[in-house]
């Protein structure tokens, strides 16, 4: 599949562990739960970044990477990472110009320092960035006019079809699976990837509700129409992308104590507070499976 022979050297960890842990919030329901621990995958590319990325650095096929994200961006992380490790020349275009010439956040820093070339942009420029002009004035700028563009947050049509792979390795194992959703791109590709009868429960961490129609649109160019079973709770944000209040963070040190898992805090902990909500409203019925997708680690 990969026939440059390189996307396969960095050696990713599949299927991802699946295994049960025991939690009173959810045995007190009749309640299972799975965690699939994609934060395994691969120690750089981690989760559904490894998911997402790999067909596309396949396809860029040793092109030049350029790609978006905001200061914290895991993705422009992932990406920078795999850049690093398959020799390949990377562009992250970064939301603020306001943080040119200031020292590098340690995130940042971690994309600089595996050799990703950093382009800051304002906010007017970074919401246009799909459009054709403004698109190849930035790739010309980058001094890459014939990179591989990877969108914001890496979700395109082959990323989606990656994260088919997440849905199939659950087959016949859970009876729902629960994600937190950014761009929604893994959920889409989780839920085609799934039996029929098994359903895929988003939980976003951003605010907005404009998550399904985006979802809808990545499963039609990817899959060209609707699959599998899927939906969305969109109560459970907390306000906002990267907004952690008192009771998510003493929920996910919990959740670490009992687990052992480390809890990243921008999304995996507002899906398993969400998805253990759920379990105590007693949205599943009794002898329900439910697996949660641990989807990332935290950065350290
Ligand atoms: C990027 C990311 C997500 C969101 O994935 P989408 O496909 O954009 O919905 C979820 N969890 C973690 C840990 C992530 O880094």
Redesign the pocket.
């Given at each position: 599949m990969f026939d440059n022979g390189r996307v396969t050297d960095l050696r990713p960890r599949l299927p991802s562990p699946l295994r049960e842990v025991s939690d009173d919030r959810f045995a007190r329901h009749g309640v299972r739960l799975l965690l699939k621990r994609d934060?395994l995958i691969h120690p750089e590319l981690?989760?559904?970044?490894w998911r997402?990325l790999a067909p596309n650095l396949e396809r860029a096929a040793g092109r030049t990477l350029l790609t978006f994200g905001g200061a914290y961006?895991?993705?422009l992380r992932?990406t920078a990472a795999a850049g690093r490790l398959l020799g390949l020349p990377t562009v992250g275009v970064v939301r603020g110009d306001e943080l040119a010439g200031r020292p590098l956040n340690p995130s940042l820093a971690r994309c600089a320092a595996d050799g990703m070339r950093l382009h800051f942009v304002d906010r007017p420029t970074y919401r246009r960035k799909t459009e054709a002009d403004v698109l190849a004035t930035l790739l010309e700028r980058a001094g890459a006019p014939d990179a591989y563009v990877v969108p914001e947050?890496?979700?395109n049509a082959a990323?989606v079809r990656g994260?088919r792979a997440l849905g199939e390795e659950l087959r016949g194992r859970t009876d729902v699976v629960a994600?937190?959703?950014?761009?929604?791109?893994?959920?889409?590709?989780l839920a085609a990837g799934l039996a029929p009868g098994q359903l895929a429960l988003?939980i976003?961490?951003l605010k907005g509700g404009f998550?399904g129609d985006a979802i809808a649109a990545l499963q039609d160019e990817a899959f060209g129409g609707r699959r599998g079973e899927w939906r969305l709770d969109e109560r459970f944000h907390f306000g906002g992308y990267a907004r952690v209040t008192p009771a998510l963070e003493a929920f996910a040190s919990d959740f670490e104590r009992r687990h052992g898992v480390p809890v990243?805090r921008?999304?995996?902990a507002k899906?398993l507070f969400g998805l253990a909500a759920l379990a105590e409203e007693g949205a599943f019925p009794r002898g329900t499976t439910v697996t949660a997708?641990?989807?990332?680690?935290p950065f350290p």
């Open positions: 934060d981690i989760g559904n970044k997402k961006s895991n993705h992932a947050g890496g979700s990323a994260c994600l937190a959703c950014g761009t929604g791109g893994t959920l889409a590709g988003g976003p961490v998550l990243e921008l999304y995996v899906s997708v641990i989807t990332g680690r």
